[in-house]
């Protein structure tokens, strides 16, 4: 039994048809939590590497279990990522980000459910894969060990946005040819573990991890304004509602959303025009109404700029 099967506690509940290749296993998202796979490879003993694509429906809350020695190592080529530790502290991750963890960080909660998620997880088993990487490369298994106990210890916790030449790397994971792809994967993984090892310009200005109670006045202010995306509510006026004072909220914000609030809600109101246009028989003019525009030539203006298309024209094409 590969250790993914084991160690996989947080995502068991949704997997639905696993498919055994040759070279591969595919967990498939269960159709009742999302869609999409996780495809594991078994690169050498010790080293494992997933590729995930998948969208999920609901936040996986069953923390992992890992029970050895061993760090995880993600990249997120593109989607969003909110990860909560055991202390309640909340960190984030959208793309081109990665994060480092060793075995004993405690993630309980992972929510995939604000976009289709793609990405590398690499795991390695510290042991096996020392003398794995140490056959490799014609040194000791010690020499390796020693230089990953040097960077990473059992409760390592790191989130940042990647580098430019760690973002290289990691890029290469998805246009490694078919053919020879395993020999691929090692050299890769091994590429990527001495670059981890040897630099350090990853971990410089990580990401701000905020607490439970902040992060849930954050998604309150959210909901208040999609809730009434017909009405303008200022900053000053949603920051007393939700009792957090204004720089704040726009930074907490734009850190777990990744947009700022007005160009937030602005993207929603044009997606939500997009659904009444087609969907509801409307005037365009009462659609704009809806979404909080009393200016058609600014509502049509708006939504050629997120779309390309003026409202008019996407309503015929789309019937």
Same mark, same amino acid.
């Given at each position: 039994?590969?250790?993914?099967?084991?160690?996989?506690?947080?995502?068991?509940?949704?997997?639905?048809?696993? @498919?055994?290749? @040759?070279?591969?296993?595919?967990?498939?998202?269960?159709?009742?939590? #999302?869609?999409?796979?996780?495809?594991?490879?078994?690169?050498?003993?010790?080293?494992?590497?997933?590729?995930?694509?998948?969208?999920?429906?609901?936040?996986?809350?069953?923390?992992?279990?890992?029970?050895?020695?061993?760090?995880?190592?993600?990249? &997120?080529? @593109?989607?969003?990522?909110?990860?909560?530790?055991?202390? /309640?502290?909340?960190?984030?991750?959208?793309? #081109?980000?990665?994060?480092?963890?060793?075995?004993?960080?405690?993630?309980?909660?992972?929510?995939?459910?604000?976009?289709?998620? /793609?990405?590398?997880?690499?795991?390695?088993?510290?042991?096996?894969?020392?003398?794995?990487?140490?056959?490799?490369?014609?040194?000791?298994?010690?020499?390796?060990?020693?230089?990953?106990?040097?960077?990473?210890?059992?409760?390592? &916790?790191?989130?940042?946005?990647?580098?430019?030449?760690?973002?290289?790397?990691?890029?290469?994971?998805?246009?490694?040819?078919?053919? &020879?792809?395993?020999?691929?994967?090692?050299?890769?993984?091994?590429?990527?573990?001495?670059?981890?090892?040897?630099?350090?310009?990853?971990?410089?200005?990580?990401?701000?991890?905020?607490?439970?109670?902040?992060?849930?006045?954050?998604?309150?202010?959210?909901?208040?304004?999609?809730?009434?995306?017909?009405?303008?509510?200022?900053?000053?006026?949603?920051?007393?509602?939700?009792?957090?004072?204004?720089?704040?909220?726009?930074? #907490?914000?734009?850190?777990?959303?990744? &947009?700022?609030?007005?160009?937030?809600?602005?993207?929603?109101?044009?997606?939500?025009?997009?659904?009444?246009?087609?969907?509801?028989?409307?005037?365009?003019?009462?659609?704009?109404?809806?979404?909080?525009?009393?200016?058609?030539? /600014?509502?049509?203006?708006?939504?050629? @700029?997120?779309?390309?298309?003026?409202?008019?024209?996407?309503?015929?094409?789309?019937?």
């Amino acid at each position: 039994m590969r250790k993914f099967d084991e160690d996989m506690s947080m995502f068991r509940y949704i997997i639905g048809l696993k @498919e055994i290749m @040759e070279d591969q296993v595919v967990y498939n998202i269960s159709v009742e939590f #999302g869609k999409g796979n996780i495809t594991s490879h078994n690169v050498m003993p010790g080293i494992e590497v997933t590729y995930n694509d998948f969208e999920i429906y609901k936040p996986l809350s069953e923390s992992f279990k890992l029970r050895e020695d061993s760090l995880e190592i993600n990249y &997120c080529l @593109e989607g969003y990522l909110e990860s909560e530790f055991a202390n /309640k502290k909340i960190v984030y991750m959208g793309d #081109g980000d990665i994060s480092i963890f060793g075995y004993k960080t405690g993630v309980v909660l992972a929510d995939f459910t604000t976009k289709h998620y /793609k990405g590398i997880t690499v795991m390695l088993y510290i042991d096996e894969a020392s003398k794995s990487v140490g056959t490799m490369l014609g040194v000791s298994e010690a020499e390796i060990k020693s230089l990953i106990k040097a960077s990473f210890n059992e409760d390592t &916790c790191i989130v940042n946005h990647a580098s430019q030449s760690l973002e290289h790397i990691f890029k290469e994971f998805f246009v490694l040819p078919e053919k &020879c792809k395993s020999y691929f994967l090692k050299i890769k993984v091994v590429e990527l573990l001495l670059y981890i090892v040897g630099n350090s310009d990853y971990k410089i200005s990580d990401k701000k991890y905020f607490p439970r109670s902040f992060v849930d006045k954050i998604k309150d202010a959210r909901r208040i304004l999609v809730s009434n995306i017909d009405s303008h509510i200022t900053i000053k006026e949603l920051s007393n509602m939700v009792g957090i004072n204004s720089t704040d909220l726009q930074r #907490g914000f734009k850190e777990i959303y990744q &947009c700022p609030i007005y160009a937030y809600l602005k993207s929603y109101r044009m997606k939500k025009a997009k659904e009444l246009l087609v969907k509801e028989e409307l005037t365009i003019a009462h659609i704009a109404n809806l979404v909080g525009y009393t200016n058609n030539s /600014k509502f049509s203006k708006a939504f050629k @700029e997120e779309f390309g298309i003026t409202p008019s024209k996407y309503r015929i094409s789309n019937r």
